[in-house]
Nanobody
Framework: QVQLVESGGGLVQPGGSLRLSCAAS????????IGWFRQAPGKEREGVSC????????YYTESVKGRFTISRDNVKITVYLQMKSLRPEDTAVYYC???????????????WGQGTQVTVSS
């Protein structure tokens, strides 16, 4: 049974940091690329970052480049999203998802976690 579970969200002040975790079970990270998406109230779900299953290449949307870092631990079957210099506009529910290939299109992903709330506010 494939399952993704996010954790690590919370309330942080602007300029602060958080590390999100996406714990996977039922499959190997060698077979699935993992993407992070976020959805703010009233907005569409947007792709934030992705790490490729095959070569570990990483991808970031423009607004988070230089601030967010995606990584994976194949032994723990966990993908991380380290977020620094957080801004109020980063506030959203963050989801991880699994797909054969990295894509910014949420419809390309086969499995999703339940999401974790990130709130950036003073």
């Amino acid at each position: 049974q494939v399952q993704l579970v996010e954790s690590g969200g919370g309330l942080v002040q602007p300029g602060g940091s958080l590390r999100l975790s996406c714990a996977a079970s039922g499959f190997s990270l060698n077979y699935y690329s993992i993407g992070w998406f976020r959805q703010a109230p009233g907005k569409e779900r947007e792709g934030v970052s992705c790490i490729s299953r095959s070569d570990g290449n990483t991808y970031y949307t423009e607004s988070v480049k230089g601030r967010f870092t995606i990584s994976r631990d194949n032994v723990k079957i966990t993908v991380y999203l380290q977020m620094k210099s957080l801004r109020p506009e980063d506030t959203a529910v963050y989801y991880c998802a699994a797909s054969t290939w990295c894509s910014w299109n949420p419809k390309q992903y086969d499995y999703w976690g339940q999401g974790t709330q990130v709130t950036v506010s003073s």
